[in-house]
């Protein structure tokens, strides 16, 4: 497997990194971010304590962050609150990384946040393959590509799920536990509900550094909602 699916950690730190005027690299391998529109992807990350129950995208605007040296910056980045307890990050690929895209990115290639998502899933299919589904365990099945941490990702390719729910009137319950799972069950299915009401739990919590959500998610008529709410962190 090519060496950037093993080592996309870091993505926030970059951000910092291009913030204060330089790309970041590691120390033996330059990563030269292509910032056109063919190298956009897309990321989920978790939203602590969010319950949004649309899918509209809507801007988290500036964040503050604290650099290594001990200084505080604020930053924008092309990051949005998606749905549930997730927000998607709009990111250039590298050879070891990724890197947040800016608004001003975005607005140099004349793209809106909208047509950037939908062209970060088009990269996505041809750069890591069509998402397959597999039989899992309990009734529930993955789906996964060809690069693992991007998995969750395909959870915001709308057509393959278009595709997926036909075999599904009822429709399709889905968790996204972190970035390298995507789990779904028939809506219909009880005993195939409990099972995934318990895996995702599990995948949840089984790593905190990759946790993507802790909702359950419905798609039916063509558009995705909250299931199950997430949990809220404790006190």
Known sequence: MDTRLMRRAGASLLLLAALAGARASTPDNDDNFDMSAANLLVVLRESPGANKQDETLEPIGKISARLPDGRVVEFEASWFQYLGDMHLRLVFDGLSKVQSALPGDLQKLKLSPQ??????????????????????????????????????????????????????????VAAVPRSGGLVFARADDEEALTSLRFSAAALYAANERVRVSSALYLFKDGRWSVFQPAQQPAD
């Open 115 to 172: 047509e950037a998502l939908e062209r970060a899933i088009d990269n996505l299919r041809a750069r890591y393959g069509i998402p397959v589904v597999e039989p899992w365990t309990g009734g529930l099945m993955t789906v996964h590509g060809n690069a693992p941490e991007l998995d969750s990702s395909y959870f915001l390719d709308r057509q393959f799920w278009l595709d997926t729910a036909r075999d599904y009137p009822e429709g399709i």
